[in-house]
C-alpha cells in the first residue's frame, strides 16, 4: 500500500517549493505613470527577456524558471491572436488573458506533480489613466487586480514597501523610473544597496500615444539618460557639504575667517591685495558625482 498524505498536505507542500524557486530570483516592478504604464526588471541578459509584448495594448512581465513562463508568454499570444482573429481585436483585454492564465496555472498547479515556479504580470494601456489594467497572476492561479502599481517576485514585499513611499499619481516617466530603480535597489538579504547599470536592467514601456502597437522597449542613450536623471534626483547636492557654517560673510577681515587662527609668521598679517591661501573647503564641483557605475564587485548576478 502506498504511504498516504492529505491533499491539504500535497498543496502546501507545492506551494512552498513553487515559493523558494520564486524568491530566489529578482523582483520587477510595473507602475502607472502619466503616458502610460511602465515596467522595469533586473536582466543582465540581452537574449532572454522578462518583459515582452502580448497583443496591441498589452504586455506581459514574468518572474521565475525561465522556460516555464517562456512558454506561458508563447501560449499568450496564441490565445490572444486566436480571439482576435475570431471576433475582433477590441475583445482582446488584459483581463481576460489573466483569467485564461489563471485557469492554466490552477490546473498545472493542482494536476501536475510540480507547479510552475512563475508570476506574471498582465498589463494593459487604456485611453485614459483611470482605463490602465494591471492583473497579477501567482503560480497556483490566483488573481489580482493590482491599481497603480505591482512588485512581484524575489524580495516582493520589501520592493512593494519602498515603491509605496515614492508612488503618486501623475508622475512623468523619469519620476516613475527613479521611483522604480529606488525600490529596486532597496538592501535584500545581504544587506547592501545594488546599483544598477543601463546593461544590467530591462525597460519597457506601454506609450499611451502611441496608435495601434504601444509597447516600446527603452534601451541605449535613452536608459543611459533615465538613470543619470534618476541619480541626480536621489542624491544630495554637493554644494552644501563644504559651506561654511558661520555664514557667506564675516567681520573678520579680507583674509577670510581663518586669518585669526593661523599662527603669526615673519611677513605680518596678509595684505588686502594678497590671495586669501586658507579658508573653509569648499566642497567637490556642483556638477561632479562621486558615484560609479558598477556593482561595486561581487559575483554576476543570476541572469533570470
Not at 85 to 103: K, S
Not at 142 to 168: H, I, M, N, W
Not at 257 to 278: E, I, R
Request: glycine share 12%.
Amino acid at each position: 500500500m502506498p504511504f498516504y498524505v492529505s491533499p491539504a498536505q500535497v498543496m502546501r507542500d507545492k506551494a512552498e517549493y513553487a515559493r523558494q524557486g520564486i524568491a530566489r530570483g529578482r523582483s520587477c516592478v510595473t507602475l502607472q505613470y502619466a503616458g502610460g504604464i511602465l515596467m522595469v526588471a533586473p536582466n543582465p541578459s540581452s537574449a532572454l527577456h522578462k518583459i515582452s509584448e502580448i497583443y496591441d495594448r498589452i504586455a506581459f512581465a514574468a518572474v521565475g524558471r525561465y522556460n516555464e513562463y517562456e512558454n506561458l508568454r508563447k501560449a499568450g499570444v496564441t490565445y490572444a491572436d486566436i480571439t482576435g482573429y475570431q471576433f475582433d481585436r477590441h475583445d482582446v483585454t488584459a483581463r481576460g488573458i489573466a483569467n485564461w492564465y489563471a485557469q492554466t496555472l490552477g490546473t498545472i498547479f493542482t494536476d501536475q506533480l510540480k507547479p510552475f515556479e512563475v508570476e506574471i504580470v498582465v498589463a494593459e494601456v487604456g485611453i485614459t489613466p483611470a482605463d490602465d489594467q494591471i492583473y497579477r497572476i501567482t503560480f497556483d492561479g490566483s488573481v489580482t487586480d493590482e491599481p497603480g502599481f505591482v512588485a512581484f517576485g524575489g524580495q516582493a514585499d520589501q520592493v512593494s514597501a519602498a515603491l509605496k513611499e515614492r508612488y503618486a499619481d501623475g508622475m512623468s516617466l523619469s519620476e516613475a523610473f527613479a521611483a522604480a530603480l529606488a525600490a529596486l535597489s532597496t538592501p535584500g538579504n545581504g544587506g547592501e544597496r545594488t546599483e544598477y547599470t543601463a546593461a544590467q536592467l530591462e525597460v519597457a514601456i506601454l506609450d499611451r500615444a502611441r496608435d495601434h502597437r504601444t509597447f516600446r522597449r527603452i534601451r541605449g542613450a535613452r536608459l543611459e539618460e533615465l538613470l543619470r536623471e534618476a541619480r541626480s534626483a536621489t542624491e544630495p547636492p554637493a554644494a552644501t557639504s563644504g559651506a561654511d557654517p558661520t555664514g557667506p560673510s564675516s567681520p573678520s577681515g579680507p583674509a577670510g575667517p581663518g586669518a585669526p587662527s593661523s599662527p603669526p609668521g615673519p611677513s605680518g598679517p596678509a595684505s588686502p591685495g594678497s590671495p586669501p591661501d586658507s579658508g573653509p573647503p569648499t566642497g567637490p564641483a556642483p556638477g561632479g558625482s562621486d558615484r560609479g557605475g558598477g556593482l561595486g564587485g561581487g559575483t554576476r548576478p543570476n541572469p533570470l
